[in-house]
């Protein structure tokens, strides 16, 4: 283990923790296949609601659409929560923007401004910092769980990272210009995710929802929306009751996405 990843143990994390669940019940691993299939596992097996699953290093980490998503080993935060929250099932797909707000929120303390990308990626600029990735599991018509997978870069050196990643991903040091502790960092994830995601059970997405707007980096923007039914233009103009995204074709319709990726078009408003 290098010497940047004795930083994240169990016992200087919860030293710094101020949760009642998030993080209170944790697996600090070397290695994994994905965090998020353990913590899946785990669940099945009776884990508690916010028991986190971290992996130094993952054979099999992965983001949206299967995409791979590759760590180096000691210098970043990737994460898995297992959540049992009080939510319907059509209510599931807030956890991931309710997630993007929380960490937000932390980046801010921890003195970064980042923006979030619809519905999962955080920005600094124009440059990727983080990355949420939900995944639900049903217990009869009820959620069973959920797991959310969180990757972050905190003191990851963008400047090595292969073409085109050195030119679109960022990192907490490259803002700051200092490496950081990742059990603060970690710990100051936890406590705002657990605000938020309270929040999100307590009073629903329309207390977060303006918020979100707030601090979105697709608001206002053309964007692509890559759906499941096709390709998508226009402009986006709000966010729904459920977390979809509206967007306002060149014909003057308007359009609700409910899941999809989406990137900015460039050069045009």
């Excluded at 004795?6 to 290695?31: C, Y």
């Excluded at 899946?40 to 983001?63: K, M, N, Y």
Aim: overall charge neutral.
């Amino acid at each position: 283990m290098s010497e940047a990843a004795r930083d994240l143990t169990q016992e200087r994390l919860l030293a710094f923790l101020k949760t009642r669940a998030l993080g209170r019940s944790t697996r600090l691993l070397r290695e994994a296949t994905s965090t998020s299939d353990i913590a899946r596992e785990d669940g099945l097996s009776g884990a508690p609601h916010g028991h986190l699953v971290h992996a130094e290093r993952q054979s099999q980490g992965r983001g949206r659409k299967g995409r791979s998503w590759v760590s180096p080993p000691g210098v970043n935060l990737a994460f898995s929560l297992l959540l049992r929250p009080a939510l319907a099932i059509e209510e599931a797909p807030l956890i991931t923007l309710a997630t993007a707000l929380g960490c937000r929120d932390a980046l801010e303390e921890i003195g970064v401004q980042a923006a979030i990308k619809w519905p999962n990626d955080l920005l600094i600029g124009a440059r990727k910092v983080a990355g949420i990735l939900s995944e639900m599991s049903l217990a009869g018509r009820a959620i069973g769980h959920v797991v959310v997978g969180v990757g972050l870069n905190v003191n990851l050196d963008t400047e090595a990272l292969e073409p085109p990643l050195n030119e679109t991903a960022t990192s907490l040091r490259r803002e700051l210009g200092r490496p950081l502790d990742r059990a603060r960092v970690l710990a100051c994830l936890l406590d705002h995710l657990e605000a938020t995601l309270g929040e999100l059970e307590t009073a629903g997405f329309d207390s977060l929802r303006e918020r979100y707007r707030r601090h979105s980096a697709t608001l206002g923007q053309r964007v692509r929306a890559f759906t499941e039914s096709g390709i998508v233009e226009g402009v986006a103009t709000d966010l729904g009751g459920r977390g979809s995204l509206f967007l306002r074709l060149d014909s003057g319709e308007t359009r609700e996405i409910f899941a999809g990726d989406v990137e900015r078009v460039r050069g045009l408003s």
